[in-house]
């Protein structure tokens, strides 16, 4: 293998690990956001627990689900 090709090779996978890295760090932040309005009790969350019939024992398990995925 040629250095071009392996220079090029490798900018390439780097490129790619940093897109990777950003990408999951906007997921995770997403989903810590999530986890926090649920947990800070925003009228919209708790509505929405309380039509499917859900309580607020049932929203911090779901709470401590979102926190443990990111």
């Known amino acids: 293998m040629s250095n071009k090709a392996f220079n ?6 780097s ?3 940093y897109t990777s890295l950003g990408l999951r760090l906007i997921a995770a932040l997403a989903f810590l956001a999530a986890g ?3 947990l800070a009790g925003v009228p919209m969350m708790v509505e929405i627990f ?6 607020p ?3 911090g398990s779901v709470v401590l689900a ?3 995925r990111s």
């Open 8 to 13: 090029q090779f490798n900018s390439t996978s």
């Open 15 to 17: 490129a790619f690990k």
């Open 36 to 38: 926090g309005a649920k």
């Open 50 to 55: 309380e039509h499917i019939g859900l309580g």
């Open 57 to 59: 024992l049932r929203r």
């Open 66 to 68: 979102n926190w443990g």
